[in-house]
């Protein structure tokens, strides 16, 4: 799984799961997480599916637009 290597890479580094970062394999809880937790002068980065219009879940593809995501979270949390 691509998130493992990531973390091995991370924890390698010297960095701390939970202190230096978090894993969230749900994409849509992890965009919430991260713009909920972003304070003014932060950027938020959010990379890989950036221009893809779809996710391949096991149950088939499913339409997916990071933008918008971000778009509504911001919305909720009373940013936008």
């Not at 932060?42 to 599916?49: E, F, R, S, T």
């Not at 391949?56 to 971000?70: F, I, K, T, V, Y």
């Amino acid at each position: 799984m691509i998130s493992q290597t990531i973390v091995k890479g991370a924890q390698s580094a010297g960095t701390i799961e939970g202190r230096d970062y978090a894993v969230e394999l749900d994409r849509q809880a992890a965009i919430r997480e991260v713009i909920g937790r972003a304070r003014p002068g932060d950027v938020v980065l959010l990379a890989g599916k950036g221009h893809e219009r779809r996710m391949l879940l096991a149950d088939g593809p499913q339409a997916w637009s990071d933008e918008a995501e971000a778009i509504q979270a911001l919305h909720d949390l009373g940013y936008a």
